[in-house]
């Protein structure tokens, strides 16, 4: 065979090799590149958009967390508030009731002196009567002698 011949047919089934690789084989492996850069595509879209989800959720959930830590101070602020309120007014009870108890005892004190007066007064009206019995060297009738040893009493 010639050369020149081998050459031209070798030329010519290259160029049907062409012609059906560009017809047959070359559009699916087209497709398919571009079917693969489209998911690429979208993967890249959904990563910097999932990218976006996250920071926009970390801004909530900080914004969550500052509102909680401003709520949780304030109700802290109340409650230390409150307690102190409840003391003072623990301490404002306490001193009403130390006072009731002071007067109280103030009063019993003064009745128990009185008390203790007048049991003075009559003892020593009863001594004051024996020693003038004692004196007279006779018995005194307290029945009869009431209105005198009444004024001993009051004098005493």
Avoid: C
């Avoid at 959904?46 to 996250?54: I, R, T, V, Y």
């Avoid at 001594?127 to 004024?151: P, Y």
């Amino acid at each position: 065979m010639n050369i020149n011949a081998s050459l031209f047919l070798q030329a010519v089934v290259f160029a049907i090799l062409v012609w059906f690789t560009m017809k047959y084989v070359w559009p699916p492996i087209a497709k398919a590149l571009d079917e693969r850069a489209q998911k690429i595509a979208d993967g890249l879209a959904a990563a910097d958009k999932a990218k976006s989800e996250l920071s926009s959720a970390n801004q909530r959930v900080e914004a969550e967390l500052a509102a909680s830590r401003n709520e949780t101070a304030a109700r802290l602020a109340d409650a230390e508030r409150r307690a102190t309120l409840i003391i003072e007014e623990a301490k404002a009870k306490a001193a009403d009731e130390g006072n009731k108890i002071v007067a109280n005892a103030k009063a019993e004190a003064e009745q128990q002196a009185v008390k203790a007066r007048e049991s003075l007064r009559e003892q020593v009206a009863a001594l004051a009567v024996k020693g003038a019995e004692q004196i007279l060297r006779k018995e005194v009738n307290a029945g009869v002698h009431a209105d005198l040893l009444s004024r001993l009493k009051t004098e005493l």
